[in-house]
T-cell receptor, first 114, second 113 residues
């Protein structure tokens, strides 16, 4: 079993739809959770950064972490064609006070159709 | 552009040659990380460096790969005697501190002929 599982998609939605992206993980030591957006031929761009369980909202984006289920989600409201990209989840442990070693999912390819 | 700068964006090498990948962190960042993204795989951590120090190289292959971050100049990821399996996208990230969010460059796509 891989440490981080992410449905690769592709996921195609109409403009304005609510998008739900998810990752599951097996390592109960993960405490920091991130979502990155990656456009084609570009580097990952940090969208959300959360610690432990709970919700975090930033504009049209909401990140949820459920540590009891080892499940994280990213919701995108009022999706736009410019949201079309690959979304990567990433997570890290708090090992000896350090959380720099990120473990990534493979990414979900999202297309928002006008 | 104050972001993480990587060059070259594309690099083609023949088997047995050396590849040098460069990374300049964001202004004000002194922590650098290298990740590798193989085809159909997620990004994998390779190495973490601060100025003049390798902090964690647990993700680096034991042979042919090395990294440095000198006092002056960019961080360098060096791959000696490249093989076909080294073909991948190599991403550099930087952060202000050890436990701060990492910001990525646009990567170097290495192709081995």
């Amino acid at each position: 079993q891989k440490e981080v599982e992410q449905d690769p998609g592709p996921l195609s939605v109409p403009e304005g739809a609510i998008v739900s992206l998810n990752c599951t993980y097996s390592n109960s030591a993960f405490q920091y959770f991130m979502w990155y957006r990656q456009y084609s031929r570009k580097g990952p761009e940090l969208l959300m950064y959360t610690y432990s369980s709970g919700n975090k909202e930033d504009g049209r984006f909401t990140a949820q972490v459920d540590k009891s289920s080892k499940y994280i989600s990213l919701f995108i409201r009022d999706s736009q064609p410019s949201d079309s990209a690959t979304y990567l989840c990433a997570m890290s442990e708090n090992s000896g006070g350090s959380n720099y070693k990120l473990t990534f999912g493979k990414g979900t390819l999202l297309t928002v159709n006008p | 552009n104050a972001g993480v700068m990587q060059n070259p964006r594309h690099l083609v090498r023949r088997r047995g040659q050396e590849a040098r990948l460069r990374c300049s962190p964001m202004k004000g960042h002194s922590h650098v990380y290298w990740y590798r993204q193989l085809p159909e795989e997620g990004l994998k951590f390779m190495v973490y460096l601060q100025k003049e120090n390798i902090i964690d190289e647990s993700g680096m292959p034991k042979e042919r790969f090395s990294a440095e971050f000198p006092k002056e100049g960019p961080s360098i990821l060096r791959i000696q005697q490249v093989v076909r399996g080294d073909s991948a996208a190599y991403f550099c990230a930087s952060s202000q501190g050890r436990n701060q969010p990492q910001h990525f460059g646009d990567g170097t796509r290495l192709s081995i002929l």
